[in-house]
């Protein structure tokens, strides 16, 4: 049996704010993803689950409450615990720009890894502060926003009591995400006190890896992750969404496209519930996450299916892009 983390990274838009627009608006179109033809946010996705029956986790962003109030806050993370769905901290460094009381001095950074792990232990405290303030239960699991975490990160998590981390995406590692392992993580590992869960990726063509993510990511090719996952009994599986996600880049109405994924994959991971149930950290066994196990290997798929989900998404972009 392997645990599937279903992650939707909850947040405003510091763009939009950048931009003027007010935390209401940001709010009704980031958040619950209100846009002309329905609401396919959080609200939305929280009902899709209940009714397959699944278990999400979603990673809220809490510095953008230093900004646009606690009550904000709260309106975010009351309707996924009411759906019975975990909130764990998010933490964009962004919002620093517009935050009155700067707990770091005047620093700035794109990522929270661009700051010294004094300033990331401050900002990883602010953030647990403003969640829990706001209602959550303390938080037991991180993941960065841009996935830009190093090893600072995870140490200053593991100083703060937060046992996982969930940065960690292959594909972003020449990037922002800057967390050093002995290889690259390909399932869950013991690392600088913290567990490092790793996004689950696959190989679709030679040497490329692709995060598995509901909008990235045909039906086709998220099945290949749960199947081949479950078959090398890899110890978890991390699935990455947003709360804006089923929304065309524009944001101004559903990709329904990806609506329809998002529904045959709850439907696919309905089915699965025997050897792929859906869980959050809270429900996690530590110590079977980090017991010995043999080398893990990449997750395969083959042209063919690369081929057509680029076909599955130039069709989508021609129909839901134009605003
Ligand atoms: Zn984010």
Not at 125 to 134: R, Y
Request: glycine residues 8%; hydrophobic residues 45%; aromatic residues 8%.
């Amino acid at each position: 049996m392997t645990p599937v983390l279903l992650t939707i990274d909850t947040e405003l838009s510091p763009a939009a704010h950048q931009r003027g627009v007010n935390w209401m608006d940001n709010f009704s179109t980031a958040i619950l993803g209100r846009v002309s033809d329905g609401e396919w946010g959080v609200a939305y996705q929280v009902d899709q689950f209940n009714a397959h029956g699944l278990k999400a986790v979603f990673f809220v962003e809490a510095l953008c409450a230093q900004v646009c109030g606690l009550d904000m806050l709260k309106r975010v993370i009351e309707p996924i615990l009411c759906g019975g769905h975990e909130v764990q901290l998010h933490v964009h460094t962004e919002w620093l720009e517009w935050i009155a009381r700067d707990p770091v001095d005047g620093r700035r950074g794109q990522c929270i890894a661009d700051f010294g792990y004094t300033d990331q232990h401050r900002l990883l405290e602010m953030g647990m502060e403003a969640l829990t303030k706001a209602g959550a239960p303390p938080p037991l699991a991180f993941r960065a926003g841009n996935y830009g975490a190093n090893n600072d990160t995870l140490r200053a998590l593991a100083t703060l009591g937060i046992r996982y981390d969930a940065s960690y995406n292959i594909s972003y590692l020449a990037g922002p995400c800057r967390i050093v392992a002995n290889g690259p993580l390909l399932d869950a590992t013991s690392l600088d006190g913290v567990i490092e869960l790793p996004i689950a990726s696959f190989r679709d063509f030679w040497r490329h890896d692709r995060p598995a993510q509901i909008c990235a990511n045909s039906i086709s090719e998220l099945r290949l992750v749960i199947a081949q996952s479950v078959a090398r009994q890899r110890r978890a599986i991390v699935i990455v969404s947003h709360s804006f996600e089923l929304l065309n880049r524009a944001r101004t109405r559903a990709n329904r496209l990806l609506v329809r994924r998002f529904e045959r994959f709850c439907e696919l991971l309905s089915g699965r519930k025997a050897d792929a149930p859906t869980t959050g950290f809270g429900a996690l066994e530590p110590t079977a996450l980090i017991a010995p196990s043999a080398k893990a290997h990449p997750l395969r798929s083959h042209a063919g299916r690369t081929v057509s989900r680029m076909l599955e998404q130039a069709i989508g972009t021609i129909l839901y892009e134009r605003a």
